[in-house]
């Protein structure tokens, strides 16, 4: 029972595998204590016609703006679903959204700190079709929930400029 359903879901959908490279700028709450990064990712995908569905992992060490060992690490994993608004056969301009769990550690000399918060993804971006295998560039923006005491969230905002590559099988 279960192949009559995955077979034409693995005949009219693909698989894909990729990753991302891009810089990230920390704006709200980040950014006044931390400089612009490298962002790293890897990603696994699942498309059908216009829909995407992606799980990332995402890796971003921002360094602190004052003259000393100061460095947070940023380790997130995220479920997004992009739709493309435009579809031409070789090329679209996707929108994406979906939550994500960030990991933080903050090293200043020899001492360090973790912590987490939740967050949430929404972007858009050029993508190039090849078959299934795709080419994007884009703009991301990641927001950051925690909470700040008296029942309040801090919010921080982390926007990002990506281009990635992603391979069907």
Known sequence: MLSLVLVPALLFAGFDVGGRVGAAFPVSGLGT??????????????????????????FISLPGRQNSPYRMDLNELSLTCGYELLHRPTWGIEA?????????????????????????????????????????????????IEPAGNGRLALSDIVSLRAGVAYAF
């Open 33 to 58: 204590h931390h400089g612009s990064s490298a962002l790293l990712a890897a990603q696994a995908a699942f498309a059908s016609g216009r829909t995407r569905v992606e799980l990332a992992f995402t």
């Open 96 to 144: 994406y959204a979906g939550p994500g769990y960030a990991l933080a550690r903050r090293r200043y000399g020899s001492g360090s700190e973790t912590g987490r918060a939740p967050t949430v993804h929404a972007g858009a971006g050029i993508v190039q079709h090849e078959g299934r295998s795709r080419l994007s560039l884009g703009l991301g923006n990641c927001l950051f």
